[in-house]
């Protein structure tokens, strides 16, 4: 791997322009949840922080909630999705985290709420939204 001088990120990033569904995974959990394997498309991974593996998320439509599970919780649980839902904690309830699929590191988003570009990023990739202009 070749890093920049940062240390941090690598020398020659590669930038994803975002979809504007996929804003909403960030944001909503329920979304999230429900789209779990797109996040893939964008070089996401949900994954859990207790195996390492690859979290499961499937919707239940009839029951109203999602079954969440991972290699070393295959009984895993139920989600709600009749409330809204933040993701960070929901995340941190299910001890899943945010990867990137072609490094394996943690994403970050420290986005300003009054901002016109939504991002997230990881040393090898910078996932953005810019918001059109009026």
Known sequence: ???APDGVTYARQETIDLPVGAVRWF???AAMLTHLNELRTIRVKVVCNG???DAVARPREIQGDVFVACEHRPAGGRVKLGQALDVE?????????????ACEAPLTGNNDPRGT????SCPC??????LPRA
Do not use: N
């Open 51 to 53: 195996c390492g593996h």
């Open 1 to 3: 791997m070749i890093y």
């Open 117 to 120: 570009v939504f991002t997230v």
């Open 125 to 130: 990739t910078t996932r953005q939204y810019q």
């Open 27 to 29: 944001l909503d959990g």
């Open 89 to 101: 904690p929901l995340l941190l309830s299910l001890g899943w985290g945010l990867r990137c699929t």
